[in-house]
């Protein structure tokens, strides 16, 4: 573990010292490393920033803590005082939320101090604490059934699949967040009770896992499992017990590892905000190990996702999965674009790849993605509310969560999304400060007797301002102010007292103004922003406009907003309204990108917003604006644009029309469809199976079985008439399965395959009229004796 120079703190509070201790701990053995400030030590001031976090707060205060802990109380063979919370709360993912709750509720009370989120927490801790002392083993947990099948997993009895261990909904993954709640609350809040409960669990999971071997470790680590090497190392630099620090290697899975160690990108088809949690935990073991190769290869993930997947709000993935990178059609035509939770936690792997090597590559990334992604992702009205997936689909629109009711992975996310803005304004090295982001903040460093006050209007103003207010009448240090590079040319100006002065440029993304500084200093920063358009990552004519690190969209209509605020069912983070065809989206029509920028007319009176009538060709579309994609929400959008030359024009619209007119006839049609061997579309299904297994081929995900695995298929008016299913290898000799629909069995083996591309059959089979007349359709695939099931791709229900 790394030595700490204790002289730094005499000053400090004993709570103050544990809060600085959780991020600078995190930032290795390295004397070039920078370190984080606490959250104590920052605070906000106005900006959409502050207000997302006041958003945030009154959102957090809205949830009634006794619903969470209802999964933890009846696991615990305690009486709950409420009823448990719906949607992902009660149908196995029980509790990750609560998790997810305590680390939020931590960070908010380090950003501002309010009392009534700390007391919140700590009736949290208390309860939870009640249930660890009741359960007696130090587990404490909401998993349905989670003691028994944490038995079994300890005994080696051990059922994988990807998103599902022992017949649990990826439990690893569920009790990760309790742990990171429990650390934060301890680290973060200073909650002592915590303290003692994280290493009551920690030491739970060491016995559970104690007498599995390192193949059994990486076979429970095929189930998605978040960041659960990442908390043992974190127990480890907390405690210096070397045996939290083996088992954090020993829980890093190997299939993804490997591979990177190599520089290789294996990762086309994988579920993507599974793989990105493991590679957090990669970097943290490499900064408490020293492992230079760990690092690289956390490296090496970074560049590849944010080079091959990230769209231009810092964003990834399509249906949560990462694509093949040389074709983002499927990021235009789904509805499912970027995951919030693959931000946040890129963002947490920037941080601190930053922190070791800073680069402007890193804040550049950083600052896009939570300017655009992150701070778009709540909405700002009364409720709050988060965003799960942000489809980059020609005018189509995000749907938000409720207090009461929806409960995704990206709810949990988001409410520690917007507690933690201060986190990375400011770092320092030694007696350097460093100015990371151009938020409105206070910096109050205690240890050095500096407060930073910066001001200004960002992004509406191109230009910050740093008020310096020292303990001592003058004190010399420097301050490394970041030089973005989106900054133009020669525009970059630091005039301290109103004088110009020269400034060195340190090449690595930041310029040095050392000197001794006097109390009442001020340092003012010009940043003119340039704007550009930026292709989509595969290199295709669809582009997005960016002003500075401000990614601008324009709103087209507000009609057909379904599901707006989400609801209780299943599929309710999904933007379920009707999909507008993309040939009648307004297309930008000039010779070249530099066209495009030079044809934007400033709005007068409405600062950052453009008008691109000179670029529109249908007249229906000549009004609309470009703006901030934050400031846009509760409608149909435009993020990305097609685009095409006056030559061009009447070509690529008709191109586009008939491949539209082709997808939403099918869209048109379907009642319910299923992508087997994904996640969300399994779960929100109701999958279950025996001796199932799921993988990947060309990008296309599948499931098969020698037992069986069934669906519950949503039919709403009871128009169902026709089920279609994409098979691979109906051919083989090994393959011997029938159907059941609701109990009605078809001999699905015995069929002619009149529809074939390549090694894919799609196969439609009449739904019986016993069975067309119901709202939900149980569909069975079973395997007979001694066969079994084909790769099974695809699934629709059709009218």
């Known amino acids: 573990m790394r030595k700490i120079n204790m002289n730094l703190f005499k000053t400090m509070s004993k ?14 053995a ?188 990486q076979q429970i680590l095929i189930s998605e499992h978040g960041g659960i090497n990442e908390v043992f190392a974190d127990a480890y630099d907390i405690t210096g017990n070397e045996k939290y620090l083996t088992l954090a290697k020993r829980l890093s899975d190997e299939s993804i590892l490997n591979p990177l160690l190599k520089q290789e990108n294996k990762l086309v088809g994988k579920h993507a905000n599974t793989q990105i949690p493991k590679v957090i935990g990669y ?68 941080k601190m790849l930053q922190a070791h090597h800073p680069s402007e590559k890193y804040m550049h990334f950083y600052e896009r993605a939570l300017y655009n992604h992150i701070l778009s992702s709540q909405h700002p009205g009364d409720k709050g509310g988060f965003v799960y997936f942000t489809p980059m689909r020609p005018r189509h629109y995000r749907v938000y969560s409720q207090a009461q009711q929806g409960f995704w992975c990206c709810v949990g996310s988001g409410m ?21 982001l151009f938020i409105p903040s ?16 960002f992004p509406y103003s191109e230009e910050t301002s740093l008020k310096i207010k020292l303990n001592k009448r003058s004190k010399k240090f420097g301050i490394h102010i970041r030089k973005p ?34 109390s009442g200093d001020v340092v003012n920063i010009s940043l003119p922003m340039k704007t550009v358009v930026e292709n989509m990552p595969d290199g295709s004519s669809w582009v997005s406009f960016v002003h500075g690190p401000i990614v601008l969209g324009a709103k087209t209509d507000t009609t057909d907003l379904k599901g707006l605020f989400a609801d209780d069912s299943r599929m ?41 009538k000179k670029l529109i060709k249908n007249e229906s579309y000549k009004n609309i604006e470009l703006q901030p994609f934050y400031t846009i929400h509760d409608a149909r959008y435009m993020l990305y644009w097609p685009t095409t030359t006056q030559e061009l024009y009447k070509a690529k619209k008709e191109k586009l029309r008939t491949e539209e007119a082709n997808k939403l006839s099918l869209e048109l049609q379907t009642v319910d469809q299923i992508a087997l061997g994904e ?80 090694d894919l059959y799609v196969v439609d089979y009449i739904v019986p009229e016993i069975v067309n007349n119901k709202k939900t359709i149980g569909l069975k695939f079973i395997a007979r004796e001694k066969k079994s099931t084909p790769k099974v791709f695809y699934v629709r229900l059709l009218k």
């Open 30 to 217: 390295q004397n070039e490393s920078l370190k984080s400030f606490p959250l104590t030590a920052v605070r906000l001031l106005d900006s959409p920033f502050k207000e997302a976090e006041q958003t945030d707060i009154h959102y957090l205060l809205s949830i009634d803590p006794d619903r969470l802990l209802a999964p933890y109380l009846r696991e615990a063979g305690l009486k709950p005082k409420k009823e448990s919370y719906g949607n992902w709360e009660n149908t196995g993912l029980d509790g990750h939320i609560g998790g997810h709750y305590l680390t939020a509720l931590s960070l908010m009370y380090a950003s501002t101090g309010n009392q009534e989120i700390l007391d919140r927490l700590n009736y949290m801790i208390d309860e939870l604490n009640a249930c660890q002392k009741n359960t007696g083993n130090g587990y404490v947990g909401g998993i349905p059934g989670g003691l028994n099948m944490w038995n079994e997993i300890a005994e080696g009895n051990i059922k994988a699949g990807l998103f599902s261990l022992n017949n649990k909904w990826v439990p690893i993954y569920n009790i990760h967040k309790t742990f990171a709640g429990l650390r934060d609350a301890w680290l973060i809040a200073r909650n002592e009770i915590a303290k003692k409960m994280f290493i009551d669990l920690v030491d739970w999971f060491v016995g559970i896992t104690s007498n599995l071997s390192d193949a059994q470790i």
């Open 679 to 758: 996640q969300q579309p399994e779960s929100d299904h109701g999958f279950k199976g025996e001796k199932t297994k799921a993988g990947e081929i060309n990008n296309l995900h599948w499931r098969s079985s020698t037992a069986w695995f069934s669906y519950q298929l949503k039919n709403p008016e009871s128009k169902a008439r026709i089920l279609r299913i994409t098979y691979a290898n109906l051919k083989d000799e090994n393959v011997g399965f029938d159907l059941s629909l609701n109990g009605q069995k078809i001999e699905a083996s015995k069929i002619d395959i009149n529809k074939e591309n390549k």
């Open 485 to 518: 590079d989106w900054v133009i040319e020669n525009g970059f100006k630091v005039k301290v007292n109103d004088e110009k002065i020269e400034v060195e440029d340190l090449n690595n993304g930041y310029v040095l103004v050392k000197r001794r500084w006097r």
């Open 15 to 28: 709570s103050a010292f544990v809060l600085f201790l959780l991020i600078t701990t995190s930032l290795c």
């Open 442 to 457: 206070t910096l109050s460093w205690v240890e050095e007797g500096i407060k930073i006050t910066q001001g200004n209007d």
């Open 572 to 612: 309710g983070h999904i933007a379920n309204g009707a999909l507008y065809p993309i040939d009648e989206a307004p297309m930008l029509v000039a010779d070249d990108n530099n066209s495009f920028v030079k044809n934007l007319v400033p709005v007068k009176g409405k600062p950052l917003h453009y008008n691109i």
């Open 283 to 350: 970097e943290r073991i490499a900064e408490l190990s020293g492992d230079e190769e760990w690092e690289k290869a956390s490296n090496f993930f970074w560049n590849t996702v944010v080079d091959e997947w990230t769209v231009s709000i810092g964003g990834n993935s399509v249906r949560e999965h990462f694509h093949d990178p040389e074709n983002f059609n499927s990021m235009l035509d789904s509805k499912e674009g970027p995951e919030t939770c693959n931000t946040y936690n890129m963002l947490k792997l920037t």
């Open 416 to 436: 520690e999304n917007h507690a933690k803005y201060g986190e990375f304004i400011y770092a320092h090295k030694d007696e350097d400060l460093y100015v990371n």
